[in-house]
């Protein structure tokens, strides 16, 4: 199975300024993605989407290859990320190289491991799934047996419909999030059905040690912590 790993870095963020280039203990954020997908033995190829010549330089001299520049209409805050897969699919096959799947990696996990790339892409090619997207235990007060919707004059009602909740935390079902650290899909789901998804989704549970979004400072400095420890 060919893989394409695709790491989207723009330029323009808002909520840490820069941050896909910001030193990070010692090194530039988008380096620590750069290594884990570089180290990754499933991936075919690893190529860095962004619109920033800076970001590319930076990406260039950490491995990654930038074979193109994305369009600045597609780096905007608003742009969502799967026209940014979709023409980064688009660019390559016009240059004559077609992949079997995709593998997204958004810069904004450092502690991402190689092992996990692989792990979620023998978890696709072995379940025949559509795609594999990294998930996260849901803690027991946030499970949708015990989430209530809330009206505007205050009057709530379980999110899943039932009538009663399940009274002890202990007969809970196992309930998980996805933490955005990995998603593969396969290119047909990308390319012909127009999401990330498909309908047969496999989870892959990640260790919560190597999970982190960075999207504010306070998330920084977590990031920070952890990598220092």
């Known amino acids: 199975m060919k893989v394409l790993g695709i790491i989207p870095a723009r330029g ?8 896909n280039i910001r030193v990070l203990c010692g090194k530039p954020l988008l380096a620590y993605t750069a290594e884990a997908a570089l180290a990754a033995r499933k991936l075919t190829r690893v190529i860095l989407s962004t619109e920033d010549e800076e970001i590319a330089e930076v990406g260039r001299h950490y491995g990654l290859e930038v074979p193109f520049l994305r369009p600045v209409e597609l780096a905007q805050d608003t742009t969502p990320t799967l026209p940014v897969i979709q023409h980064a699919l ?53 499970n949708p047996k015990w989430v209530y919707w809330m009206t505007d004059d205050g009057k709530i009602s379980l999110s899943t419909g039932e ?15 996805r933490d955005g650290t990995i ?17 047969k989704i496999q989870g892959y549970k990640i260790d919560s040690r190597y999970s982190i979004n960075i999207d504010t400072e306070a998330d920084w400095l977590k990031a920070q912590a952890a990598i220092s420890l």
């Open 12 to 19: 323009g963020s808002k909520g840490v300024p820069r941050k």
């Open 90 to 142: 688009e660019q390559l096959e016009t240059m004559g190289e077609k992949f079997d799947a995709v593998c997204l990696l958004q810069p904004t996990n450092p502690l991402r491991r190689a092992e996990d790339i692989d792990n979620c892409i023998d978890c696709l090619e072995a379940t025949g799934a559509d795609s594999v997207v990294s998930v996260l235990s849901v803690p027991a007060e946030y």
């Open 163 to 177: 009538n009663e909740p399940i009274p002890r935390r202990q007969d809970l079902p196992a309930a998980f999030h």
């Open 183 to 199: 998603y593969v899909t396969r290119r047909e789901i990308i390319r012909e059905a127009g999401n990330l998804y498909g309908s």
